[in-house]
């Protein structure tokens, strides 16, 4: 059966290593201990403001030569050229903002390149009250739409995944937003995974079981290492989630 | 691109710090708030705090008044003295053991006792406490993450245990150094949700692995929302209430205990101080470890908290910190070695795979300092 | 020599990151006469089929995937380099593949209600069939998918291994010298980096 994946998340400032809280960068750190045996995934993702610099894109080459799980890549892609940049640095997906839902073109003329399955889009949401908000440019621009309404326009436009996000739970280790995340998921069939807020193995585990979730994605450089994957993964299993040895 | 404070010599790199436009750390900005604060109305809000204290105490029989996390030094004496000598409290002064114990801290601690205070002092278990050190010493360049575990949680621990719903900590950290202010209720009473996050980082349940069971991570597990909240423990910042000053809980611990040891070496190694941060033998290399990661040392640390106090010069700050921050923590070298089952050659290499690009660059097979202060 | 199909549709930087991890001297075919000199190919695949199989077509590389395969040169297809080696896929109307070996696919949609698409994440090969390319690696052991379309008619003769998704789905299957596998091997770690090693060895 289809196993639960646990997914490395790391965003790259100015090509170092930051772990971010409510998106911007807090803590930074060294490559060096990012395990890549355990994992199931790794996405980098370019926090810098001007993107596409040598720093991030040795950074990309660097993870392309030693990765061998799915390696998913982020941050600016705005149009064809750049989408082709990184698939061609040897990307297998690319994370693009849920700004382009405004942009059906693009994501029809990438999906017919590389296939629907190689873009993962990326929903970062704010909770408003009652209600969730989509925001984009790095959590500063408010989109003004419903985050069901978003995922399902891209779904039907063509999208593999869709990564949620919560700006308020980023880095604060107090565990996802499983409301949000439950009402995404129930309303959508399309795979998703999460972002925001991993702090202790529980939190994996309420998220596995309050959701059909595809995947949880941690940001905090504490899960890292293989000591820490194996011992996430060895509390899962032990929960009866499947996941990969 | 790094950048420094212009007010102290904090540079940018340090966690969770933040800069104003005029490129002045919160914790500069905080100091001069600091100045503006009536301290006598705070002084009040603590005589009115002290009096619901005794009152508590009186009403449920209890032995002790409050909790103050105690490692020896002068920052926490002077609290447990203050508390008990101005203000007729009774604290329990509970102390979670150093790594490598200093004899300094631990002469300071049985001098402290004379003048008349019960201590618990809790010592983990020694082969958990050294994989844990190792662990993080090696994936963190810290190998006081579980330590910092155990010293937050312990206090806590302690006060659900006896019933004591009043701790008293020192100063604020991430508004005194420079970092994260969740809120302004975060700088009276602790915050637990910037404990995880900031003090220690992660949560001990998390390090269980094929040595370490979740028992053997009992001292250093923060109790649950649901104990803290039946009991209703709050924890102060003593500095909410009274002006923080290292250098003047120093002179007041002296004043108070004239066998107050200082570094019997004299200086201490990374920084021009010899009274500061002194009863563990492995602390050096934390604050070596930092100036290799953030690229900030003891030397700066310290200077800066003078410069807040309007005690120092940027110019001689500067001074000190080019002179003393890369200093090699030499003081206990083999013992530390020892306590993290390392050699040197390993430890080399764990070194150098903590210095960011960012801050390092290697010129002739020399490590430098990517800027200068 | 080993030859790389590159037909410039998606990424096989990670099949040269993973054959170089493997100690393999390769060769990348581009158009139809870079295959002098190899006598094992590797067709990595991502995108839509439609596409993939018509570029391989301008390319005169699908006859020389038939005429490999008629001489019995090893043939390892990954993913949409699968998938074009059967008889016809349904992905964006009606295409027909090479008809090396004979099957059609369909969209996981169809498998069952609600199904999510695209199935991707890691997944268990159940063997039913032994085979070499699986040398050293567990029963059971899990690879990366990442696809929308399934294998639905087929011959089960050539069935190696399925792959539990909602229902059943065929992940692995052989014709003579011809591997195809589902999931990508160059993605899948240890295991995947085994999975060739053992078609470049021993098949």
Same mark, same amino acid.
Request: charged share 25%; proline share 3%; net charge positive.
């Given at each position: 059966m289809l196993k639960k994946r646990i997914i490395t998340v790391l965003t790259f400032l100015d090509g170092t290593l930051f772990r971010t809280k409510n998106f911007k960068a807090d803590y930074r750190y060294t490559k060096n201990f990012i395990d890549l045996v355990k994992v199931d995934e790794i996405v980098l993702i370019d926090i810098s403001e001007n993107k596409f610099q040598k720093s991030f894109l040795d950074i990309v080459d660097y993870y392309v030569k030693n990765c061998f799980v799915p390696l998913s890549i982020g941050g600016g892609i705005s149009d064809m050229d750049k989408a082709n940049l990184f698939f061609d640095k040897g990307a297998d997906k690319i994370v693009v903002s849920s700004i382009l839902y405004k942009n059906q073109k693009l994501l029809e003329r990438i999906s017919k390149k590389y296939g629907r399955q190689s873009i993962i889009v990326g929903l970062d949401c704010k909770k408003k009250i009652n209600d969730y908000s989509v925001i984009c440019k790095s959590g500063t621009s408010n989109i003004? /739409? %419903?985050? !069901?309404? !978003?995922? /399902? /326009?891209?779904?039907?436009? *063509?999208? *593999?995944?869709? #990564? !949620?996000?919560?700006? &308020?739970? &980023?880095? %604060? #280790? #107090? *565990?996802? &937003?499983l409301e949000l995340i439950k009402k995404i998921s129930s309303n959508v069939n399309c795979p998703i995974i999460a972002l925001g807020g991993a702090g202790n193995w529980q939190h994996l585990l309420d998220l596995f079981n309050i959701s059909n979730i595809s995947g949880a994605c941690t940001q905090n450089i504490f899960h890292f290492t293989d000591e820490s994957i194996n011992s996430a993964k060895k509390f899962l299993q032990s929960h009866k989630i499947a996941i990969r040895e | 691109m790094i950048k420094f404070c212009s007010k102290c010599i904090m540079p940018n790199s340090r966690p969770r710090i933040q800069f104003n436009k005029k490129q002045v750390c919160n914790a500069c900005s905080n100091s001069e708030k600091k100045s503006k604060i009536n301290w006598q109305n705070r002084k009040k809000e603590f005589s009115f705090l002290v009096d619901k204290i005794k009152e508590f105490s009186k009403k449920n029989s209890l032995e002790y008044d409050c909790i103050v996390p105690w490692s020896g030094g002068k920052d926490s004496s002077s609290i447990a003295l203050k508390l008990k000598l101005d203000y007729g409290l009774n604290p329990l002064l509970v102390t979670f053991s150093p790594l490598i114990m200093n004899v300094v801290g631990q002469d300071n601690r049985i001098e402290l006792q004379k003048i008349g205070f019960d201590n618990i002092f809790i010592s983990p278990n020694q082969k958990v406490a050294r994989l844990l050190a190792r662990r993080f010493f090696i994936e963190r360049g810290n190998p006081k993450v579980a330590w910092d575990a155990g010293v937050n949680s312990s206090p806590m621990r302690v006060a659900i245990q006896y019933k004591i719903p009043y701790i008293f900590y020192a100063e604020h950290g991430e508004s005194e150094y420079g970092g994260l202010v969740l809120n302004e209720e975060s700088l009276k009473k602790r915050d637990l949700r910037e404990v995880i996050e900031h003090q220690i980082g992660d949560y001990p349940e998390n390090w269980i692995s094929k040595e370490i069971e979740k028992k053997d991570l009992y001292n250093y597990i923060y109790p649950s929302d649901k104990e803290i909240n039946q009991l209703g423990v709050t924890a102060y910042y003593y500095s909410y209430f009274f002006k923080w000053s290292m250098l003047e809980n120093y002179n007041y611990v002296k004043e108070k205990m004239p066998s107050f040891k200082e570094n019997i070496t004299g200086r201490t190694k990374g920084t021009f101080t010899d009274f500061d941060s002194l009863d563990d033998k492995i602390d050096c290399l934390y604050y070596y470890m930092q100036f290799i990661k953030f690229g900030f040392g003891r030397a700066t640390r310290d200077s800066c908290r003078m410069i807040q106090n309007n005690q120092m010069t940027r110019e001689k700050a500067i001074q000190l910190a080019r002179r003393y921050d890369n200093e090699f923590p030499i003081d206990n070298f083999k013992e530390v070695l020892d306590y993290l089952s390392l050699k040197d050659d390993q430890f080399e290499e764990i070194v150098d795979k903590h210095r960011n690009n960012e801050i390092w660059k290697q010129h002739k097979n020399r490590w430098e300092l990517n800027f200068k202060i | 020599m080993i030859g790389l199909v590159n037909i410039g549709i998606g990424n096989y930087n990670s099949l040269i990151s993973a054959l170089k991890k493997i100690n393999v001297t390769f060769k990348i075919c581009e158009v139809a006469n870079d295959f002098e000199n190899v006598d094992k190919i590797i067709i990595p695949g991502v995108g839509a089929f439609g596409e993939f199989i018509e570029k391989l077509k301008t390319r005169k590389i699908d006859k020389v995937i038939k005429d490999s395969f008629a001489k019995n040169i090893p043939i390892l297809g990954i993913c949409v380099g699968m998938q074009i080696m059967f008889s016809k896929s349904y992905e964006q109307g009606n295409h027909n593949g090479l008809d090396i070996i004979s099957g059609n696919f369909r969209s996981l949609n169809t498998l069952t209600k609600d199904i999510i698409v695209p199935h991707v994440g890691w997944n268990d090969c159940k063997i039913l069939k032994k085979t070499e390319l699986f040398y050293g690696i567990k029963n059971y052991s899990d690879f990366y998918? $990442?696809?929308?379309?399934?294998?639905?008619?087929?011959? $089960?003769?050539?069935?190696?291994?399925?792959? $539990?998704?909602?229902?059943?789905?065929?992940?692995?299957?052989? =014709?003579? =010298?011809?591997?195809t596998v589902q999931f990508h091997p160059e993605k899948s770690q240890v295991n995947g980096l085994k999975l060739l090693k053992n078609f470049i060895e021993r098949c």
């Open positions: 003004n /739409k %419903s985050p !069901i309404e !978003i995922a /399902k /326009k891209i779904y039907n436009i *063509g999208c *593999g995944e869709i #990564l !949620i996000n919560n700006i &308020d739970n &980023d880095g %604060s #280790l #107090l *565990g996802y &937003d | - | 998918f $990442n696809h929308s379309y399934f294998l639905d008619k087929f011959e $089960n003769q050539d069935l190696i291994a399925s792959t $539990n998704y909602g229902k059943k789905i065929p992940s692995i299957l052989q =014709k003579k =010298k011809l591997y």
